[in-house]
């Protein structure tokens, strides 16, 4: 399987097959394929020839999440700012949401924020932190990790390059 660049997953029909021989009991899936075995091509022709750039893309997807007003409308500047104790957080802080902006990730840090609320609030557990995401102090503020940057004294630039 490959992956277009909407990160949207792409079968050939050896996938296809594949698929099908490890796990014969797919029934309304393999069916739905078996009958469709003929147009797999033309899809993943069609994944492959993008109407609009993935920036685009992105951003429309982003319009559709949902988010209560209360989030959508929050300055998560300030928001995050505040959990600051100390002027070094207060700088880092700044720092890092100077290159967040400049990416254009405000909504996709106050979704961040409404969801760890919203497990927070119906006692889902998620986990301590994982991958180049540990190194963002912000993140950390916001609650997706547990992993302090500041302490180990990890680099912003490993998580937004």
């Known amino acids: 399987m490959k992956v277009d660049v909407y990160g949207q997953p792409v079968y050939t029909e050896q996938d296809v097959c594949d698929e099908l021989m490890r796990n014969p009991n797919l029934e309304d899936y393999g069916t739905f394929l078996v009958e469709n075995l003929s147009n797999i091509g033309s899809i993943v022709n069609q994944y492959h020839e993008p109407e609009i750039d993935v920036d685009e893309y992105h951003k429309q997807n982003q319009q559709q999440w949902f988010m209560p007003d209360e989030y959508k409308n929050l300055d998560i500047a300030k928001h995050i700012l505040e ?50 995401s540990v190194s963002s102090y912000v993140l950390y503020l916001i609650g997706i990790h547990k992993i302090n940057s500041m302490y180990y004294d990890l680099d912003i630039r490993e998580f937004l390059r």
Not at 108 to 119: A, E, H, I, P, S
């Open 83 to 132: 959990l600051c104790e100390t002027d070094a957080e207060l700088q880092r802080v700044g720092e890092e949401l100077l290159l967040y902006q400049e990416r254009d990730l405000f909504d996709l840090l106050r979704y961040l924020l409404y969801l760890v609320d919203t497990m927070k609030e119906h006692a889902i557990i998620w986990g301590v932190g994982r991958g180049s």
